[in-house]
Every structure is written in C-alpha cells, then in structure tokens.
C-alpha cells in the first residue's frame, strides 16, 4: 500500500555474501495502523543527529512515537529484547512473552495511529476461533495473541501482540541473488497463499493489499528454544546509540524521547535457500481490509503493477473480493518468476495497461473506449502497433522469467503440463471483468492447485510435524 501505511521495516544494508551480485539484504516489511493526519502544530521543535535505520527521531512528540528500551516491561509480560522495525506510525519489538516463555512481536503505534488494524484481527481471530474448517488456515494469519495500550508523555499508543516473523518474501527475495524460490517452496507458499485468502474472504474480509511486501515468512519454533543470551549469539545483540539534540542539550527522560536509539535485527533468510520445511507463511497488514458487504471501497491501494483494472476503468464501482482475486494472480506468478508479472514498478498506469492487453486480449469495450491513449499501442482494431520483439505474451513471459532464471540456476524448472495447468489457473484469475474470475476457493480447486501446489503444501507440513 502507499499512502496511508509506510513500511514498517525499512531498508537496511548488510555486508554483501560472495555470491551476491547487487541485490541488499533489507529488513523484512509489515505494517500495522493506519495513518489519522497529525496536527502540523504538534512538530517537535528540536532536531536530532541522523542514525541509520531507525526512525524519524523528531517523531518523538506529542501524537507520535513511544519511546521503547530494551529490558522494558509492556504490560506487566512483555520483555523488550530486540527491535524489529518501525514505520511512519509504529515501532515493532522482539519480546520475551515471561507468561508463556516465547517470542513475541509488538506492534507500538504512534498515539494518533488509526486502530482499524488491530480490530480487524481481533475480529478475524474471533471468527476463525469459532470455525471447525479453519484450523489448518489458521496460522496463515497473524491472530491476535493480545492487545493493550501505553500511556506516556507523548499520548495512549495502541499496542498489538502477534508471533514474530522472519521476513517478507519480498525481502528473502532482495538478499538473493536469483531473486528465485525452490520449485516446492514457491508451490507451497502459493498453495497457502490462496488458502489464507480464502480463509479472510469467509470471514468477510477483503484483504486490499496483496503483494510480496505483505507475505511473511514465520519463524520456526525452534526460536523459542532460544535463550535471550542464544537469541543474541545466532542474531546478534542490540546496539544502541545514543540520541544527540543537535543544539547540544541534554535530553530528558521524561520529554518522551529515548536515550537510546536501536538499529534493528535482521532474522531472514535468502530466498533460494528457503527450505521446504521451512515454507511457513504469514499473510499481514489488514490496514486496509474491509467488509464489501457494509463497506464500500472504490480505491485500490495495491501497488500498480498488480492493481485491479476496474479501479482504473470503473472508478465508481465499489471493490470486492474479485479485486483480491487478481492481486492474488500477479502474486502467485511472482512466487515462481524472479520478476513482478507485470514490469517496471515505476511504469506509468498506461504503459501497464498496454503490458496487459498483450497479456489477457483486447479490454471490454466501454473500458476500451475510456482508455484516452490506447492508440499509443494499438490501432482503432486493438491489433498491437509494437514490434513483436516488444510484445512480451504469457509464453514469452513464462519461458524467460521463470524457467530461464531458473535454469540457468540448476533449479527444477515447470514441466509442460504443469506449465499449461498454471497458465490456465492465471489467465482465469485475470479475466477482465471482476464477476469472471474465480473466487478464492474455485482457485483451489484448480488443476495446478490440485496436482502441484497443494501436495508440495502438505509435504510442507509433514516437515513441520
């Protein structure tokens, strides 16, 4: 999503492997409250000296930012033992749960942060509770273990507890090098992917935000087997740095901001050597989810090159599940691919329109004749003006962005009936019209899912018993 959320981990450099040609390791992305305007009277009159990967320091002010050390106690249980990230409106910290002896992710938001997010999950975790056909989906999303808020000078900030995770797909795909999944991995992931879906979408949720940013990788359990002291030899320790006032005065403790800085850890995993036992996914940021049945939702905020057409063509039509459908495509395509379906994250709406006529034929005609520029790449019969070499078709897409990479790689690569069972499933989950795409559930019952995705899944979870 841009807009409302900002990333929740950002970017992060680390020392470069050998094998590693340009990719940068980064810090895993997930997000969590929603963004209410702050006053533009409530700005911090001080500013700090920069440190690196850590948040807007000056965001420590009234409305924003709680100001979190390590070795704080949240909510008489929670033991701060590391930071995982922050975002525009939330910080996020590795805990010690003392009542349960496990590992726990918090979520802090800034004092103004939205909860939308946080009700949702509640509610979700509700819904799912109470479903006997749900157990095994469960787990795909991150269910609320508990909620509470923290009062301090800066305000009440809302608070989320949930099982920490180990990266974004996204991430483990930018620290490697072929930006590629194990052959299984990427079917498991897929296979969970659409059951995770289909679990929100029973619940009446539409998720809004599907991509790789937003796909997780849990950690596996044996992190709990991990003392504080263990947790720091395998991750490393925290490394705070002092906070600086660049007018040279102290900072004082009860101004609301920290002494300390902590640079975040880094607990992912290179994409290529995620291991099949270790394919466990985590579907986050429900910030922008909402009920179709009670709530209509006319913007899209998933990124362009997996945005829904009928945001574009029908801006006036509310959203629905069959938007998550197509988001849910271009995704899976990117699980096996070493590249986004679609290309160019910084193309323009047209140009991507254009990349998806020569993907899925020529749009529905009132779309058609909406489109202002089409006659840049298509004549008045909607054939391509492009040279052939220019037009990149579900074949040619297929062959040099999946099985190529992979090839070249020693990676198992798609057989020919695997390749036309998944062709198949996607070009229907991209129709153009949203009531022609399957839902959630039609998806599973596909031949690929059926003959491909869902076995490597349920090896997957033979690994885990």
């Not at 701060?80 to 922050?86: D, E, P, R």
């Not at 006032?245 to 920290?258: H, Y």
């Not at 991209?430 to 022609?436: D, N, T």
Request: contains cysteine; proline residues 7%.
């Amino acid at each position: 999503m841009i807009g409302w959320f900002s990333q929740i981990l950002p970017r992060r450099v680390f020392p470069r492997r050998p094998c590693l040609s340009s990719p940068q390791y980064s810090i895993p992305k997930s997000r969590i409250f929603s963004h209410v305007p702050r006053s533009t009277t409530s700005t911090s009159s001080f500013e700090y000296g920069y440190i690196e990967a850590v948040e807007t320091l000056e965001d420590y002010r009234p409305g924003g930012y709680h100001a979190i050390q390590i070795d704080d106690r949240l909510h008489m249980r929670y033991r701060i033992v590391h930071k995982l990230g922050h975002g525009t409106f939330s910080t996020a910290w590795l805990a010690l749960d003392e009542q349960t002896s496990k590992y726990a992710a918090i979520k802090v938001g800034t004092a103004d942060a939205d909860r939308r997010e946080v009700d949702i999950l509640s509610q979700l975790t509700t819904g799912v509770a109470a479903s006997s056909h749900a157990a095994d989906k469960a787990s795909m999303i991150p269910m609320a273990i508990d909620c509470f808020s923290l009062d301090g000078p800066n305000g009440t900030h809302p608070c989320f507890v949930t099982v920490p995770a180990r990266c974004s797909l996204m991430d483990a795909k930018e620290a490697s090098d072929p930006r590629l999944l194990q052959l299984d991995v990427a079917r498991s992931l897929a296979a969970q992917l659409v059951m995770a879906v289909a679990l929100v979408h029973s619940q009446g949720y539409a998720h809004g935000d599907l991509h790789l940013g937003n796909l997780l990788l849990q950690l596996p359990s044996s992190l709990n087997n991990l003392s504080v002291e263990q947790l720091y030899a395998r991750f490393g320790a925290p490394e705070p740095e002092p906070v600086i006032r660049l007018d040279g005065k102290p900072i004082s403790s009860a101004s609301g901001v920290p002494l300390q800085a902590i640079p975040p850890v880094w607990l992912g995993v290179a994409s290529d050597k995620i291991t099949l036992d270790e394919a466990k996914l985590l579907l986050s940021d429900f910030g922008v989810a909402f009920r179709p049945s009670n709530k209509s939702r006319f913007e899209s905020n998933t990124p362009l090159v997996i945005r829904p057409p009928e945001a574009l063509f029908e801006p006036t039509t509310p959203l629905s599940f069959a938007s998550d459908i197509w988001s849910l495509g271009c995704t899976i395509f990117e699980l096996l691919a070493h590249r986004s379906l679609i290309d160019g994250i910084l193309t323009p709406q047209d140009e991507i329109t254009a990349q998806q006529v020569h993907l899925q034929g020529s749009l529905p005609s009132e779309w058609w004749d909406k489109w202002e520029k089409r006659f840049k790449w298509f004549d008045e019969a909607g054939r391509s003006l492009s040279n052939e070499r220019d037009i990149w078709s579900w074949e040619r897409r297929f062959e040099q962005w999946i099985q190529e990479p992979r090839e070249s790689c020693g990676m198992d690569i798609v057989n020919e009936e695997e390749r036309v069972a998944l062709l198949e499933m996607l070009h229907w989950m991209l129709a153009w019209r949203p009531r022609e795409r399957p839902n959630a559930e039609d998806v599973l019952g596909t031949a690929w899912m059926k003959r491909w995705a869902l076995p490597a899944y349920h090896e997957s979870r033979r690994a885990w018993a």
